[in-house]
């Protein structure tokens, strides 16, 4: 099995968000995208992404959540990509963020719906995160 531990969310995904006229896309029943209000933004929950257990990734087959009807975790790892289509990032400088929960993903996703013109949303988005 192939060692997830040091590969960034796009390529295990191996996803591209050069395709913004697709406004929602699915990833392996594991995970998927968004337009939103001129961003985008990944959720995934599936194989080789930070999720649930603490500090570790599942290290299950990348094709695993294709076998299954219903597929889920209680969190899940976050990439956002601005109106420039360069990623957000994160306190830390980290593009992605891990252990995300359900509520957060909805305040993430009202922060991305509301934000004006020509406004950069990465402060409230962290605060939005780190208060998690």
């Given amino acids: ?38 961003f985008r933004i990944s959720i995934q929950f599936g194989p080789g992404n930070y999720i649930a257990d603490g500090d570790i990734r599942y290290r299950t087959e990348q094709n695993a959540p294709m076998g299954f009807h219903h597929w889920g975790t209680d969190t899940a790892e976050v990439l956002i990509w601005d109106r420039n289509d360069s990623h957000i990032n994160w306190d830390g400088g980290d593009q992605v963020i891990g252990w995300v929960t359900s509520d957060t993903v909805a305040r993430l996703i009202g922060c991305l719906a509301s934000c004006p013109p020509d406004f950069d949303p990465t402060a409230a988005l962290n605060q939005i995160y780190n208060a998690q």
């Fill in 1 to 38: 099995m192939e060692d997830l531990k040091f590969k960034t969310a796009g390529e295990v995904m191996k996803w591209s968000n050069n395709d913004k006229d697709c406004d929602f896309q699915s990833n392996r029943n594991s995970g998927f995208q968004m337009n939103v209000n001129g």
